[in-house]
């Protein structure tokens, strides 16, 4: 596709449950970034691909969070045992390697 | 570590009035520096960016910044503003090279442009 494509576009989960959130990144851009937003704030950093592995996954919270990008291209970000407070917009971005971000529209996820 | 300071979370302005937006950044190495855009409902778009080079930055829909080196400054600037500029602006900050190549962003500032 032309740009970055996140789906869903909206997600809503009780808490405890286990979530997915895809990221289809712009064709051969070989660097996949997640960040997460929350409600009045700027996106913050949680993991970051080069290619098929995680160069950088300092930003995940805790061990609930995971993500993987096994052919190089799409990635899912992974929420078990969901809590309230993951309640935010999660963001994908994609680039060619020190390339400008290009970002998705988001996927918002609301724990009930 | 990088960090972003916007310095107003809110900017309400009369259209075709000059608009600024400040950005101050914290880094123990060189950075790069990004304006980011968020309109309603939409993904963050870029705006412009200083790698290197000229310090006045020129982008997209009218808005330059100016990298300020001595001041740790990248102020984002637009002569006259439109209804259509309200949006989430973002300053962001990453290191040219090593792991942190991600982008560290400020809270944000939102700009209302009034009729």
């Known amino acids: 596709g032309a740009g970055v494509s996140q789906t869903p576009s909206n997600k809503v989960t009780e808490k405890g449950k286990y979530v997915e959130l895809r990221c289809d990144p712009i064709s051969g851009h070989t660097a996949l970034y997640w960040y997460r937003q929350s409600l009045g704030q700027g996106p913050e950093f949680l993991i970051y691909f080069q290619g098929t592995g995680a160069a950088d996954d300092s930003g995940l919270p805790n061990d609930r969070f995971f993500a993987v990008r096994p052919e190089g291209s799409v990635s899912t970000l992974k929420i078990q045992r969901t809590e309230r407070g993951d309640s935010a917009v999660y963001l994908c971005?994609?680039?060619?390697?020190?390339?400008?971000?290009?970002f998705g529209e988001g996927s918002r996820l609301t724990v009930l | 570590a990088q960090s972003v300071t916007q310095l107003d979370s809110q900017v309400p302005v009369f259209e075709e009035a000059p608009v600024e937006l400040r950005c101050n950044y914290s880094s123990s190495v060189s950075v790069y520096l990004f304006w980011y855009v968020q309109y309603p409902n939409q993904g963050l778009q870029l705006l412009l960016k200083y790698l290197s080079g000229s310090t006045l930055v020129k982008g997209i829909n009218g808005f330059e910044a100016e990298f300020n080196k001595s001041q740790t400054s990248f102020h984002l600037r637009k002569p006259s503003v439109h209804i259509s500029d309200t949006a989430e602006y973002f300053c962001?900050?990453?290191?040219?090279?090593?792991?942190?190549?991600?982008?560290?962003f400020g809270s944000g500032t939102q700009l209302t442009v009034l009729p």
């Open positions: 971005a994609s680039s060619l390697e020190l390339g400008e971000l290009f």
């Open positions: 962001a900050v990453s290191a040219p090279s090593g792991s942190a190549r991600q982008l560290t």
